[in-house]
């Protein structure tokens, strides 16, 4: 049984924490955050302690594996402690803002041979998988194009994106996993991006929408179309193209009901309304792994490196911006 601490008790840490529990596997035994609110709220829902401070579980020789959810400003701080306090590690994205910081951890750690896994959950959404599982069985052929569309249904607090990096880093680094993911590594990065005329946008130095494009190794073309908005929901939308065909995974609605009548065909309820009802079974999925990956003593399916490697699509992605120009990857 996997003994696991849940650091940090926000939104991304209760759906951590119900995968956990749903896990036979697992058991969820300690939940640490600094508002005791939260921590005292989602431990007493699974049945673990609690604490103020992430030190209490770390410091618990019974604790196997740390689920690192707290804000992105302390996941290297959190990572460093946690392989120090010899715990396997599940990290939520992005590791940090910043190249230097994330490669100075990683020569921190590295004589360890640390167990990090990152949370990039979307890889274990159960339609993307099946598109990259298909492509990879050669199904549509060479892969000449990618299409990811990633909108969230309204934008964050105008106070939380003075802090998160922007939307090439706290968003779009979905995205761009996502991309290497389904088309290997990249070696071009283009971008263009818009505030859409809104203030809080532009005093956050930051942008509403953007398109990225991207040139694989492969010589595969990858478009992300982003928004920080979307009047009908939560639109998460991927496909591959290639010479012998396409495959699309499409929105998620609450039901597969669909409506005809003399005004309309094919209509659908809402979709899902965001990524705690839309990824529950990627996250899911994810922890899973996590606990395979360990029981298996193998490495994880996505780990540091991916990690890292996202972060450097989204730094390309911030130049291409600022400077207009094409950016090129080692």
Not at 111 to 139: H, I, K, T, Y
Not at 237 to 260: H, I, K, M, P
């Given at each position: ?96 803002l910043d190249l230097a910081r994330i490669d100075a951890a990683w020569a921190s750690i590295q004589a360890r041979a640390p167990f990090v896994m ?100 492969s010589g595969a073309l990858v478009t992300i179309v982003n928004s920080r908005s979307c009047a009908y929901g939560y639109d998460q939308r991927l ?21 005809a009548s003399a005004t309309q065909t094919e209509a659908a309820g809402p979709i899902l309304n965001f990524f705690l009802e839309r990824y529950t ?50």
């Amino acid at each position: 049984m996997l003994r696991v601490a849940m650091l940090g008790a926000g939104r991304v840490a209760q759906v951590h924490a119900q995968s956990v529990s749903e896990n036979p596997d697992a058991e969820l035994v300690w939940v640490c955050d600094p508002i005791e609110a939260a921590a005292t709220s989602l431990a007493a829902k699974h049945g673990a302690r609690w604490s103020l401070d992430a030190e209490d579980a770390l410091a618990d020789p019974s604790v196997d594996a740390v689920i690192v959810g707290t804000p992105t400003n302390t996941h290297v701080d959190m990572l460093l402690r946690s392989v120090a306090a010899g715990k396997k590690v599940l990290l939520e994205k992005p590791i940090d803002l910043d190249l230097a910081r994330i490669d100075a951890a990683w020569a921190s750690i590295q004589a360890r041979a640390p167990f990090v896994m990152l949370g990039f959950n979307r890889r274990f959404d159960p339609s993307f998988r099946e598109v990259r599982e298909r492509v990879g069985r050669g199904e549509i052929g060479i892969v000449r194009a990618l299409r990811i569309t990633s909108r969230d249904p309204q934008p964050p607090p105008a106070a939380y994106l003075g802090v998160s990096g922007g939307m090439f880093k706290d968003m779009t680094i979905h995205d761009f996993d996502m991309a290497r993911f389904q088309a290997g590594d990249i070696v071009e990065v283009s971008a263009v991006a818009s505030d859409n005329g809104l203030d809080m946008f532009r005093q956050a130095g930051d942008h509403a929408q953007a398109i990225v494009t991207m040139r694989a190794a492969s010589g595969a073309l990858v478009t992300i179309v982003n928004s920080r908005s979307c009047a009908y929901g939560y639109d998460q939308r991927l496909e591959a193209f290639g010479d012998a065909g396409s495959l699309e995974a499409g929105n998620w609605t609450a039901t597969t009901v669909r409506a005809a009548s003399a005004t309309q065909t094919e209509a659908a309820g809402p979709i899902l309304n965001f990524f705690l009802e839309r990824y529950t079974p990627a996250f899911r999925n994810e922890f899973a792994e996590f606990v395979a990956a360990i029981r298996e003593d193998r490495a994880p399916a996505v780990g540091f490196a991916d990690g890292r490697a996202a972060l450097a699509l989204a730094e390309a992605a911030n130049e291409s911006v600022s400077t207009g120009r094409v950016v090129k990857l080692g």
